[in-house]
Structure formats: C-alpha cells, structure tokens
C-alpha cells in the first residue's frame, strides 16, 4: 500500500536554486509529489515544527536555519514512501550519506543538508497536518 511523507527542500537548497534536481531524485525512486508549495517559515513555524528538539543544544541553531530563506514542503506518496525518502536523501551527515544521494550530492554540511524527511509512518502523518491542509494533497 501506498505510504505518504513529508519532505522539505531547505534553505541552502533554495539559495542555491537546485529544488528541481531534488525533486528529479525523489521522482526517479518512485516518490509522487501529491503537495507542494514554496514558503518561507516564521520563528514560530519553525519552532512548532522542531518542537520535539526544543530541548537540544541545536534547537537555536536549526529554527535560525530554517527560516533564513524559503523552503519547499512537498508532501510524497509511493510504496514505503518513508523508507524510500530516507534511502534517497541519504545520512544526516553528508560525509556519511552514500553516493548519489541527495545528501552526498548537494549537502553543504550537517546542518545545511539539503532535504528533511519524516523519520517513522506515525510522524509522517503528523508533519503532514501540520504543513498541509487535507485538500491540499492532491493525489
């Protein structure tokens, strides 16, 4: 059965212009963008996004981060969709990510690493209605 999860394009990607290879990445693993929408995030969207890591020494860091130019929040549909995005992004850390990854391909660093994805099926469904309203998917 068909899976959906959240992808976000972040902001070293947008600065960089090369949103369209990485949807061409996700695309060619089988991923179907059912959302999408380009958007450039309050202090307070990050902050609820990230809420879970609000206690982390990163937290600061990575709210900064992703406001500090637009992103592009698509939501994907496939077989296993959260496993697949996770393969094609590739490690958090570029230096570890696989080659011809996302990561390995258009990562600038740990932080600056190009793409988000939902880690689980469970937090998919909630980062989903959390950026995207239910007629907004359209599949």
Not at 119 to 126: G, H, Q, R, T
Request: with cysteine.
């Amino acid at each position: 059965m068909a899976e959906r999860t959240l992808s976000i394009i972040k902001p070293d990607a947008t600065r960089r212009n090369i949103t369209g290879k990485i949807i061409a990445k996700l695309e060619e693993a089988g991923l179907r963008v059912i959302a999408q929408k380009r958007v450039k995030w309050s202090t307070a969207d990050a902050e609820a996004f990230y809420a879970v890591h609000k206690e982390r020494p990163f937290f600061a860091d990575l709210v900064s981060f992703m406001t500090s130019g637009p992103i592009v929040m698509q939501v994907l549909e496939g077989e296993d969709a959260v496993a697949c995005n996770r393969e094609v992004m590739g490690a958090t850390n570029p230096a570890d990510a696989a080659a011809g990854t996302i990561r390995a391909e258009f990562a600038e660093s740990i932080e600056a690493n190009s793409v988000h994805g939902s880690d689980s099926v469970e937090n998919a469904a909630i980062e989903i209605a959390q950026c995207f309203k239910p007629e907004e998917l359209v599949g």
